[in-house]
DNA sequence: CACTGGTTGACACTGAGTGTCACCGATAGC
DNA sequence: GCTATCGGTGACACTCAGTGTCAACCAGTG
């Protein structure tokens, strides 16, 4: 019983079956727009059958928030790594900057990566799917920061809601970020979206429990 | 070129149709659950032929989310409304009561709006659906929010993410409401949310924009 | 009565997504 | 070397969402 990704022999063939798909996929779809089209389209590129799309990619949605959106666990695993006593709004600034690091360290994924933030923020169906995936990130770190800070997440709405404006700060700097033009700027963004966040993220816990 | 709900002749006929299509649509939907239900489930309940119900509602989703998210007019001008001098985490406060307050002044409504809220909650579909909506109040508002601050919305984060934290309060009332019991807690649970954020919205406008 | 504007149902069509099955290639056991 | 097996694949048929089209209908109006 192995869970995949575990042997090279036909495991490295279904990562480059995937990558085909993908690639086709995100091609089309960047110079095309999203409605324009369809799946016949990207498994004709790809040179592959109907069928075999959908064993890979659970929709044509799918082929494009995964390429954003695979790194859940590991913000998870940064913000749990952060030193306790760290404020809430650091330790979440280094958990979200995970996904970005790679674009920042890596000019020519970035320049995909921006493709792809620009294709999901202009295309509704997309928009959507990606804030399905960012519920569940909510969800998760959420649960993260009420085990920090040691409250009943379902009494309290700080945690939930401190997981939301990180996203919301996650969201605007991918949103500032698109149209703009030098990569190091990533950084900057996160450090204002964050300034903006940060005064309620920091508050001292304090009476708005209760209820 | 009149332009929808004028005269009361043929308007009457349209609404009714349009209420009956509503009401077996989230009859079936609630109890049934979104993904078990088809279009032809709810025109057969309803008595009508499937064309119709596109004629009314944009898809399946729409009709679920339609429910809740007529009212963004209504709550841009109570937020231009809200004297300026006001701090923003009070402005915005009122402005989106007003949704919820027919829900707070009509028991009645009150019980099938949770029902609603619940089934777009536990809906990927549906809840990815009413966040997309919630964009659409999010940029509203956030034209809103640059207006009465005097700020530029293109290089000053502070509006669309105010906007976001606002939402962010009202999606948090919400996820707390519906399995609750006694409706006056809205207001309760409005206030307790808001205090999370508050310290964010009601920042001195300084230093965080620059860039 | 004929005309007009708006609504409706029937039908056909595209496209997403799923289930099924036969086939193919590689590996394991004889 | 032959065969059983197992994962992946393509072909096909199917359901269902959503759209375009058209003929029929039902006011109100001349």
Redesign the interface.
Known sequence: MRSRADNSLAERKRQLVADELRDAALMLLATKGFDAVTVDDIVAAAGMSRRTFFRYFASKEDVVVRFLADTSADIITELAARPPAEPPSVALRHALWVPLAACNDHPEHSERARVVVRLILDT?AL???W??RQ?EWRAELAAELANRRRVDPHTD??P???A??AL??L??VL??WQPGDDEQHLA?LMD??F???????D?PAA??A??
Chains 1, 2 share one sequence.
């Open positions: 509704a928009h959507a799917r804030l399905e519920i709405p700080y939930r809601m401190a939301g404006m919301l700060a969201d605007t949103q500032r900057e204002q979206a300034a903006v966040v940060a005064p309620a993220l508050a009476s708005q209760a209820g």
